[in-house]
Nanobody
Framework: QVQLVESGGGSVQAGGSLRLSCAPS????????MGWFRQAPGKERNVVAA????????YYAGSVKGRFTISRDNAKNTVYLQMNSLKPEDTAVYYC?????????????????WGQGTQVTVSS
């Protein structure tokens, strides 16, 4: 079983930046595509960004396009989410997810492994 561990969440003022990181505990990604999802209180968990195994293909939700960047370093076994120009509406728990497939996916049930989540709070 793959355990994904997120880090880098926290509190920031609007307009600020944060970088989230995600790495599997105890093993490599093994050709997994990866994604970042978020869930605000009382709302569904939705995809924020996703990246293929090779890193050649990415997807961004419309609300974060141009502000967030997903990337991966397979040599370091880590996926990143760089979040710039943060807004209060970005406040949520952010989850890292991995799927046993090399292709990008944007729906939560397409993912096989999940992290425990990290809180991001943006104040106005």
């Amino acid at each position: 079983q793959v355990q994904l561990v997120e880090s880098g969440g926290g509190s920031v003022q609007a307009g600020g930046s944060l970088r989230l990181s995600c790495a599997p505990s105890g093993r490599t990604f093994s050709r997994y595509a990866m994604g970042w999802f978020r869930q605000a209180p009382g709302k569904e968990r939705n995809v924020v960004a996703a990246i293929s195994w090779s890193g050649d293909n990415t997807y961004y939700a419309g609300s974060v396009k141009g502000r967030f960047t997903i990337s991966r370093d397979n040599a370091k076994n880590t996926v990143y989410l760089q979040m710039n120009s943060l807004k209060p509406e970005d406040t949520a728990v952010y989850y890292c997810a991995g799927r046993k497939n090399t292709m990008v996916a944007v729906i939560s049930y397409q993912y096989d492994y999940w992290g425990q989540g990290t809180q991001v709070t943006v104040s106005s």
